[in-house]
Structures are given as structure tokens and as C-alpha cells.
């Protein structure tokens, strides 16, 4: 189906920070996915030099339950809970600054809330280095190495800190259709955390890596001040904006009132608490189980990163339309977006169930890292996957709620609910079947959460087409389930991990094609062009 994209409403003339020209808005989107995808990959040089230094044992699964720190305030912070507070928000200080006379709405609302903010992190991050111990004995009761636990999770408890302004750094250019800066904040943090691995880990052991974790949350803020700086002189400039009236003390814009943040913050807080669950109950099984957890939930959530990059340059479109009262553009991007993500993940997780053992082999099996690490792995990466999908749709709904800068619950719910059904299934998969039983409750529990999303989505204001986009996801799983038999047979013609995976792989996406334009997957196209010609009505 060829979609026909309406303007927006005209932009206001306060405006100019917004790209007038397709080509370069398209560069911009085109640039923003590779440092994303640069991201991820040194993500992966980052694990593999984990696993190459450290392997998996005792020392590794103390370092993971400090990691959890800033896992959660990545979430929290980052991608989900502060984004879908602050962009919003933004996006409607913009539209409220061509609208009306006075102060900016933008340095207003940076004045009532980064001050605060700071305080808080602050605050936060002090409590959390002190209350380390308590902490680990929550995350993983009966670990062994508690105290080099300790150490890490004091370490890592300074990124609550830089993560926080780093979130809001990215929100604020986000808002402002500046996407560069932001997509380059992981590179800048697994740099850090590589470099001291590489330098200190033989005189600190795990410690480096927690150090590193340190190191580069203060270089995820430093890469975006200058961004930030610029753009906020250039707006000086181009409109003489005069210095705007602080807001009352004590009360902050209406988009950022405790009504709107609760929500958002139980639904990330929820969706973060699954990883939280996850080294709880692996915590009593034999040493590595952690690690290995770790190991194939990064590699198989690979997918799942390369699916929303395009969520992140569409979220603040759709939180700019839906302020500008666009409520069928709005609706049409998500149904894009829901298509496209679902596209990318499904032919990703058939790579993933097809080829685990030869990925784990090529990516880790070196070092500290054995055979039997290996296998412990791929078996759990496979369960892993099963969750993709619907990990890749909670993101994808998620920024369609929240980009609506109003109260809402129905999100936390289903987050909630979701959370409930992975305790329960871990708890009783455990005992029977260890690790996979862990990662088999998460694909369960997250699967679960996302069909009440894409449910709920149909009775909201930009009110999706809940069966059409479920049967295009339907045709989709169908042209996965093909290309994992295609890629699981190519894998099979060589005994060599590398070919194998590379001829898996070339026949996973020849019968991914195949099938799904078999199957009439009308929005199929939009994979080859949702940056170029979708993004050029946008801004």
C-alpha cells in the first residue's frame, strides 16, 4: 500500500530550528542511524572484551548485579521514562513559542525544571552509594563475591547522576529535531567503558569495567553541551529572544506536573524491573548463570536496537503533530512505524533462533570465554528471541502514548500486569529448566504486555487500526518462521562458524523477502524508504 502522507500544519515562523530542506533532514535521519548502529556495535566490542578478559564466573556475576544500576537508569533516564516526559514537553513549548507573545516557553521550561532535576540526581545518587550493600543483597541474595558487588555498584551509581542530565540533554535536542548529538552518546560511553577495561582490567579485574561505566556517562553529557550550546545561541541570534520570566517557585510548566511524570515512571521502572527479576532468580544457580543471561540478552536484543532507530527520530514528529492537533498524521506514523520495527526484528530473531551457537561461537568463544560458555548461551539467546517482537512493539506503542504530554496509566498497567506474569512463569520455569526457563518468562511476560498495548491503541485519540496492524504482523511472524528454516539449513552446509552464519544469514533475508511479498505485506517497502521520503513532511 503506497501511503499518501498529509503536511503538517504550517510551521510557526518562531520556528527556524526545524529543517526546511528534505535532503538535509533526510542526511540528518540517515547520519543519526549510523552513530546508532555505531553505538550498538561497540556496545558489542564492549561485551566481547568483557567476556574475552573476564569469562563468566563468580567475578562476573558480581559485576552484572552492579550493572543492573545503569541498566535501570538508562531506561528510567534515557530511552523511555525521562524522553517521554521531556519531548513531549518540548514539542509543545515550540508550538506555544510561534503561538504566543512574552517569554520563551522553552527557556521557561528550562528554567523550572533542570535545577530541580540536577537536585534530585544528585540526591539519588548519593543515597544509592550509600545504601550499595543493601542494594546487592535485593538485586542477588546468596551471590558470593557481595563485597567486589559492592565496589561496582558504587561506581556505576554515579551514572544516575550523568544519565539524568544526559536524558535531558538528548530530550531537549530532540525536541528541537536535532538528532545527531544524541545518537551519539553510546559511542561515546562504550568508549569509556572499553578504554578502562582495556587499560586497568588486569590491575582492577571488574572493577575497571565498573569504572568505565563511570567514565562514560560524564562523556555522554560532554558530547551534547556543545550541540546543545549551538543551538541554543544560533535561537539567540536568529530571533533576539529577550530573557525570559522565571517561572513562580514551586510550580513547574503544566507538561511536567507530578500527574504526567507518575505514569511514566512506573512504566519504565516496571519495564527495567524484568532484568531486575531476571538476575533475582538466577542469582541461586550455578556460577555464570548471570553472565550468560547478560551475554544473550545483549547480542539477541541487537534486533530490537537496529528496529527503533526509526521510533527515535519519529517520536518528537508525533509529539509535535499531536500538539499542532494532527491527530490522523499522528496515526498514520505509528502504523508505519509499528510495520517497519516489526519488519526489522522479525528477520533479525530468525538470524538469532537459527544461527545462536554460531553467533555466541564468532562473537565470544575466546579467551576466559569456553565451549560450554557457549552453549549456555545460544540455548538462551533462542528463548530470548521469541520475546523480540514484542519487546520491539511495547517500544514502538510506548512513544505513542506517552507523546500525547497527558496523564496516562494504561501503559503502566499493562507493564505491570506483563511484570506480573514474568514472576510468576520464572518462578515456576526455574526449577525445571535454570536459565532458558528465566529468558522463556520474559518473552511471555513482555509478548503479553504488548498485545494489551496494541489493544489499548485502537480506543485512544489517534485510534489505530488494531486489526490491520495485526495482520500485517501476522504476515510478518509467517515470513520469519520462513527465513529461520532458510537460515537454519544455509547454517547447516558448512561446519565453519563464520560461513555458516554468513550464508544463514543472505538466505534468512532472501526467504524474509520472498515470503512477505508472497503474503502481500503492503507497508513492506517502507523498510527501504521510512527516513527519506516519510520524514521530509515532518518537520
Known amino acids: 500500500m503506497t501511503e499518501t502522507v498529509p503536511p503538517l500544519l504550517p510551521a510557526p515562523a518562531a520556528a527556524p530550528e526545524h529543517p526546511t530542506s528534505g535532503r538535509l533532514l533526510a542526511r540528518a535521519a540517515f547520519l543519526t542511524a549510523v552513530l546508532t548502529l555505531a553505538g550498538a556495535l561497540l556496545g558489542l566490542l ?5 567476556a574475552h578478559v573476564f569469562g563468566a564466573d563468580t567475578d562476573t556475576d558480581a559485576f552484572l548485579v552492579a550493572w543492573t544500576v545503569p541498566e535501570v537508569a538508562a531506561t528510567l533516564l534515557i530511552e523511555d521514562g525521562l524522553a517521554f516526559v521531556l519531548v513531549p514537553a518540548f514539542s509543545l513549548a515550540l508550538v506555544a513559542r510561534g503561538r504566543q507573545p512574552g517569554p520563551d516557553p522553552v527557556r521557561a521550561l528550562v528554567a523550572a525544571t533542570l535545577p530541580r532535576l540536577m537536585l534530585a540526581l544528585a540526591a539519588g545518587a548519593a543515597v544509592l ?13 546468596g551471590l558470593p563475591a557481595t563485597g567486589l558487588a559492592v565496589d561496582c555498584t558504587r561506581l556505576t551509581a554515579t551514572c544516575v547522576f550523568s544519565f539524568g542530565l544526559t536524558g535531558y540533554c538528548s530530550a531537549a535536542l530532540r525536541g528541537h529535531g536535532r538528532f545527531l548529538a544524541p545518537a551519539s552518546i553510546y559511542v561515546a560511553y562504550n568508549v569509556g567503558i572499553i578504554g578502562l577495561l582495556l587499560l586497568l582490567g588486569g590491575a582492577w579485574g571488574v572493577r575497571a569495567a565498573a569504572a568505565g561505566v563511570a567514565l562514560g556517562g560524564v562523556l555522554m553529557v560532554v558530547i551534547q553541551v556543545p550541540a546543545l550550546w549551538r543551538s541554543w545561541r544560533q535561537r539567540e541570534a536568529a530571533l533576539a529572544v529577550p530573557e525570559p520570566r522565571r517561572a513562580p517557585a514551586g510550580r513547574a510548566p503544566r507538561a511536567l506536573r507530578l500527574a504526567l511524570v507518575a505514569p511514566v515512571v512506573v512504566f519504565a521502572l516496571s519495564r ?7 538476575r533475582f532468580l538466577a542469582a541461586p544457580l550455578p556460577a555464570g548463570a548471570i553472565s550468560h543471561l547478560n551475554y544473550a540478552q545483549k547480542v539477541a536484543q541487537m534486533p530490537m536496537v537496529l528496529s527503533l532507530m526509526l ?4 517520536f518528537p514528529v508525533i509529539a509535535r503533530a499531536l500538539a499542532a492537533g494532527d491527530t490522523e498524521r499522528a496515526r498514520r506514523r505509528v502504523e508505519s512505524d509499528l510495520i517497519v520495527a516489526g519488519t526489522i526484528v522479525l528477520l533479525g530473531a530468525s538470524v538469532v533462533v537459527a544461527c545462536a551457537p554460531e553467533i555466541i561461537q564468532v562473537l565470544f568463544q575466546r579467551g576466559a570465554f569456553t565451549l560450554h560458555d557457549t552453549d549456555a548461551t545460544a540455548d538462551v539467546m533462542r ?11 511495547v517500544g514502538v506503542l510506548a512513544r505513542s502514548y506517552f507523546s500525547e504530554a497527558r496523564p496516562l496509566w494504561y501503559p503502566a498497567c499493562a507493564m505491570l500486569a506483563g511484570l506480573a506474569a514474568t514472576a510468576v512463569a520464572g518462578a515456576l520455569a526455574v526449577p525445571v529448566w535454570g536459565a532458558p526457563g528465566i529468558a522463556a518468562a520474559n518473552a511471555l511476560g513482555i509478548t503479553l504486555t504488548a498485545l494489551a498495548l496494541l489493544w489499548g491503541s485502537g480506543r485512544r485519540r489517534t485510534a489505530l487500526s488494531v486489526r ?7 504476515r510478518l511472524v509467517v515470513a520469519g518462521c520462513a527465513a529461520t528454516a532458510a537460515c537454519r539449513w544455509g547454517a547447516g552446509l558448512t561446519s565453519s562458524p563464520l560461513p555458516a552464519l554468513i550464508v544463514g ?26 527516513v527519506t521520503r516519510k520524514l521530509w513532511h515532518a518537520r
Open 311 to 314: 521510533c527515535t527520530v519519529t
Open 129 to 141: 552509594i550509600a545504601a550499595a550493600p543493601a542494594v546487592v543483597a535485593v538485586l542477588a541474595p
Open 505 to 530: 544469514s543472505v538466505l534468512a533475508v532472501v526467504a524474509f523477502t520472498v515470503t512477505a511479498r508472497l503474503l502481500r505485506v503492503r507497508e513492506f517497502c517502507l523498510l527501504f524508504r521510512p
Open 383 to 393: 528463548v530470548y528471541a521469541l520475546g523480540l517482537l514484542g519487546q520491539t512493539l
Open 272 to 278: 527495567q524491573t524484568q532484568v531486575l527479576i531476571e
Open 468 to 474: 490491520w496492524v495485526g495482520g500485517q504482523l501476522a
Open 46 to 50: 564492549r561485551d566481547q572484551a568483557f
